[in-house]
């Protein structure tokens, strides 16, 4: 399909010391201060409000946040998209997710969620269309915007921080072999949901964010990444992993083989039913 990503056959690699100077240097390319001006139509004393926007936040979840900071009727923000003028690589199609940048907005009653979402997209092209992305992405055979979506990826699917890295490792070394992602966090996209219960019919589902099903990246980001994310996608850690599944919090294995993998999700199995609540009826 036209939207797959499919590395080259040929690829730039690496050295460790080449990875680390090129992590910091995405992380100090893309971290500069993300302070946005507070989005007001005139003059006055008026204190303005935090509208905060997490990383890994879905577009969904920021309309209704945006109408709920600028109290407005539900869809409001949605509906603006339309006409919003959003600075969005030619790739989105229009679409905004992935572009609605995690920060902190101060708006105020004269702010507009046409404005309030333009600044949103213009910050995040400005952390996605750095230099640094840009080269990191090209050495992996990615353009900007399949590096957010990977981003996007990493971002709801590593436990932690310091996963992030593995996490990046593991798609891309799936993607280097041709293997579909099999991210739960795509199905639970397509499905607007978040658990970590994905059945065997779920798998089975009709949609382009299939990642069981259909190989290479899904069309769009899956939600909002952040910085750190971002950097793990341009310089994943070393690695020869294919597998991960979180155990318990902050317990994520990596495997590079399926039987070392299966061991670990049965682990993971044991574990959740030790710590079930108890059963009604």
């Known amino acids: 399909m036209s939207h797959e990503y499919r590395p080259p056959q040929a690829r730039s690699r690496l050295t460790r010391r080449g990875r680390l100077a090129l992590f910091l240097g995405v992380l100090l390319a893309i971290g ?14 008026e204190e303005p409000r935090q509208l905060v926007i997490p990383e890994g ?7 209704s946040a945006v109408d709920r900071a600028l109290k407005l009727p539900p869809g ?6 339309a006409t919003a003028a959003l600075a969005l690589p030619a790739e989105a199609k229009g679409n905004p997710e992935g572009y609605l940048f995690p920060a902190t907005y101060p708006v105020t ?13 213009r910050t995040a092209d400005e952390k996605l269309a750095t230099k640094a992305v840009a080269d990191g992405g090209r050495a992996h055979g990615m353009t900007p915007y399949q590096t957010a979506t990977m981003a996007s990826i990493i971002e709801a699917e590593a436990g932690t921080r310091a996963d992030m890295g593995k996490v990046a490792r593991v798609v891309h070394n799936r993607l280097a072999k041709s293997m579909p992602l099999q991210m739960d966090s795509t ?17 089975r589902i009709g949609s382009p964010f299939n990642t069981y099903e259909r190989q290479g990246l899904p069309p769009t980001p899956i939600g909002s990444p952040g910085l750190e994310a971002m950097a793990a996608a341009v ?15 902050g317990d994520t294995r990596f495997s590079a083989t399926y039987g070392e993998h299966r061991k670990h999700v049965a682990e993971f199995n044991r574990h959740r039913a030790a710590h079930a609540g108890p059963r009604s009826g």
């Open 32 to 45: 500069a201060a993300v302070l946005t001006p507070v989005l007001r139509g005139g003059q006055g004393p």
């Open 57 to 63: 936040w879905r577009a969904t979840q920021v309309y």
């Open 76 to 81: 409001s923000a949605k509906s603006a998209v």
């Open 109 to 121: 009653s004269k702010t507009t969620p046409a404005a309030l979402m333009a600044h949103m997209v």
């Open 187 to 203: 199905i639970n996209y397509a499905l607007n949901r978040s658990t970590v219960d994905t059945t065997l019919s779920d798998t």
């Open 235 to 249: 310089a994943p850690t070393p690695g020869d992993w294919l597998y991960f599944v979180t155990v318990k919090p």
